[in-house]
């Protein structure tokens, strides 16, 4: 089964700060139709989650150009360039190359320091 | 504007079974895999099980294989989840979710007690 290993577990950032999240696959996440599954998810105190960048490195509609996606086979980065209240969660990377055995990561809590 | 919601939670004893459902609405349901995920207290995401556009395609975690059985009605634009010989570590936030994790619902707690 492919894990995903996220860290750090929790990060403690200023506003304004730029911050980033690394996943790492126990496998390649690069399909064999060429895409690479991995997309990376927030879920603010008390809502539901929700889908910000998706295959990597393309942000989901809606999403502000702040956020990015980069990596590649089994190293990813979700980056944040100039962290907003509005950030403040828990982040998830989750893997869908697999043979449709999605996986989650740990996931990853920002807060305010 | 798409809507995802679940229903059917609620508290059930060990051993007994309960179906959750999801109406969606605001997108071509018949056009996306769709997905259950569920959420213990206090804990991270967990893929519960995924189900083709057709339906007759359904994938499954080793921990609900077996118990659990997702399903879709185009027609009616649900899907459903159907949990059978709960256990307490069932006990969770059900989400219903498209495929690809665009769109998510607002979840239905689900608590497995005696």
């Known amino acids: 089964d492919v894990v995903l290993t996220q860290t750090p577990p929790t990060l403690s950032a200023t506003i304004g700060q730029s911050v980033s999240i690394s996943c790492r696959s126990s496998q390649s996440l690069l399909h064999s139709n060429g895409n690479t599954y991995l997309h990376w998810l927030l879920q603010r105190p008390g809502q539901s989650p929700q889908l910000l960048i998706y295959s990597v490195s393309r942000l989901e509609s809606g999403v502000p150009n702040r956020f990015s996606g980069s990596g590649s086979g089994t190293d990813f980065t979700l980056k944040i360039s100039g962290v907003e209240a509005e950030d403040l969660g828990v982040y998830y990377c989750?893997?869908?190359?697999?043979?449709?055995?999605?996986?989650f990561g740990a996931g990853t809590k920002l807060e305010l320091k | 504007e798409v809507q995802l919601v679940e229903s059917g939670g609620g508290l059930v004893q060990p051993g007994r079974s309960l179906k959750l459902s999801c109406a969606a609405s605001?997108?071509?349901?018949?056009?996306?895999?769709m997905a259950w995920v569920r959420q213990a207290p206090k804990k991270g995401l967990e893929w519960v099980a995924t189900?083709?556009?057709?339906?007759?395609?359904?994938y499954y975690p080793d921990s609900v294989k077996g118990r659990f059985t997702i399903s879709r009605d185009n027609a009616k634009s649900s899907l459903y989840l159907q949990m059978n010989s709960l256990k307490s570590e069932d006990t969770a936030t059900y989400y219903c979710?498209?495929?690809?994790?665009?769109?998510w619902g607002q979840g239905t707690l689900v608590t497995v007690s005696s």
């Open positions: 979710a498209s495929y690809g994790f665009a769109y």
């Open positions: 989750v893997q869908g190359t697999h043979a449709l055995m999605d996986t």
């Open positions: 605001g997108f071509t349901f018949s056009n996306y895999y």
């Open positions: 189900i083709s556009t057709s339906g007759s395609r359904t």
